[in-house]
């Protein structure tokens, strides 16, 4: 019976291991970047502050919230310092386990997120945020002075980012919703008219009145919908492929 159960105390304990380096790498990272905290902000919130009148600023109206602020980023900056370590330390984990076919399209899928994922963020940061900042304050300036905070600040840049780093997920994730049968290419084909009135309609909700921003914002949204629908295609035509190989065998 103990010996049945050592296999899995090994694999606990190695999971542990593997754990705590990776814990130990975000912590020196993070407070590695803290030193730099005061630099990613103002990277992170240039479009925000470039967008502000000349006689408005950002603000902390709470005595920690800066601090507070500051220790979000340093961990959020040493996250993504650190993933590469804590990818390699999860691969050490899972990979005695993967034959060689399941390795490649392990490596493969976390290429292609994290990828997309990076992508998402820059369109949000270069392109999203120097538009929708200007939209946001917009409003009531004439009788209103933005003053706006360094919390509410950070929240909406993160969650921006977030939000767009899934939108380029979207392409990938239809790839494996097709690849097991629960959506098909014609689906999306058939939904192509609306996705495309809807990508211009947010470019133009979330943009000046000019066409040109509305092109750079809805042209780059209703083509991640076309890329999806290639996608599916692929899917599709891999699960086909695996059904005819297990019918042959």
């Known amino acids: 019976m103990q010996e049945e159960k050592l296999p899995i105390t090994e694999h606990l304990e190695e999971l542990r291991t593997r754990l705590i380096r990776a814990f130990i790498a975000l912590g020196i990272t993070s407070a590695g970047c803290y030193l730099f905290a005061e630099k990613i902000l103002t990277f992170l919130l240039k479009p925000l502050i470039s967008s502000l009148p000349e006689t408005s600023n950002l603000v902390f109206i709470n005595l920690t919230e800066a601090f507070i602020a500051y220790i979000k980023i340093a961990i959020l900056a040493g996250g993504v310092v650190a993933s590469p370590y804590i990818f390699y330390q999860l691969w050490l984990f899972i990979s005695p386990g993967l034959y060689e076919k399941e390795k490649r399209i392990a490596i493969t899928f976390v290429v292609t997120t994290v990828t997309c994922l ?57 790839f494996f919703l097709a690849r097991i049968g629960l959506i098909r290419r014609s689906m999306l084909r058939g939904a192509r008219k609306l996705i495309f009135l809807l990508s211009f309609v947010i470019a133009a909700i979330i943009t000046p009145p000019d066409v040109v921003s509305q092109i750079i914002v809805g042209f780059p949204l209703y083509a991640i919908f076309e890329v999806s629908i290639l996608l599916a295609g692929l899917g599709e035509k891999k699960r086909e492929e695996k059904g005819e190989a297990e019918s042959d065998g």
């Open 118 to 174: 990076l992508l998402g963020m820059a369109f949000c940061y270069f392109v999203i945020l120097p538009v929708i900042f200007p939209f946001l304050l917009s409003f009531g300036k004439e009788l209103i002075l933005p003053l706006p905070t360094l919390k509410s600040s950070v929240s909406v840049v993160i969650r921006l980012f977030l939000i767009f780093g899934f939108i380029f997920e979207i392409p990938l994730i239809t």
